[in-house]
């Protein structure tokens, strides 16, 4: 199992991803949404890891919505920098990391462009519950 810490720039908000995966075999996604895009976000998630969120002080971190409000986007109050977005569900909490934040550097696959603007709600959530990563609360 390997453990992975992610941060945003001030360290105010970050996680700690645990995995069997090395980042070589982690599966990298560019989102081509416009949040995404204007982040130049590469996401990675994987059904098998579990990712912890380590917030000190909540109200440095903004839960972002738009659109169909389906999901909560991580961005630092603070620095600005995207960390994570998150859903929860009956089934649990998931979440799809952002690969730039994580610390020390990784070496990823190349980012393969996706866009999700067809889906409807239901499918969206669906995918996320099926293909994010299992949030836990245990450090
Ligand atoms: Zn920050």
């Known amino acids: 199992m390997h453990t992975y810490q992610g941060r945003c720039h001030c360290g105010a908000t970050g996680f700690k991803l645990r995995g069997a995966r090395t980042p070589d075999q982690w599966t990298v996604c560019a989102c081509q949404c416009s ?3 204007a982040h130049g976000a590469r996401t990675t998630s994987d059904t098998e890891a579990s990712v912890h969120f380590i917030t000190p002080d909540e109200s440095r971190l903004n839960r972002y919505r738009f ?3 389906s999901a909560d986007f991580y961005v630092c109050r603070n620095c600005g920098v995207y960390v ?3 859903i929860g569900s009956p089934s649990g909490r998931f979440a799809t990391l952002n690969v730039n934040v994580v610390s020390p550097l990784v070496e ?3 980012a393969a462009r996706v866009t999700y603007d ?3 709600p239901a499918q969206k959530r669906a995918r ?3 293909q ?3 949030v836990t609360d245990i450090a």
């Open 108 to 110: 990823v696959p190349a």
């Open 67 to 69: 659109a169909l409000k």
């Open 84 to 86: 994570a977005s998150a």
């Open 118 to 120: 067809s889906e409807m």
């Open 132 to 134: 994010w990563t299992p």
């Open 128 to 130: 996320r519950e099926q």
């Open 35 to 37: 949040f995404c895009r």
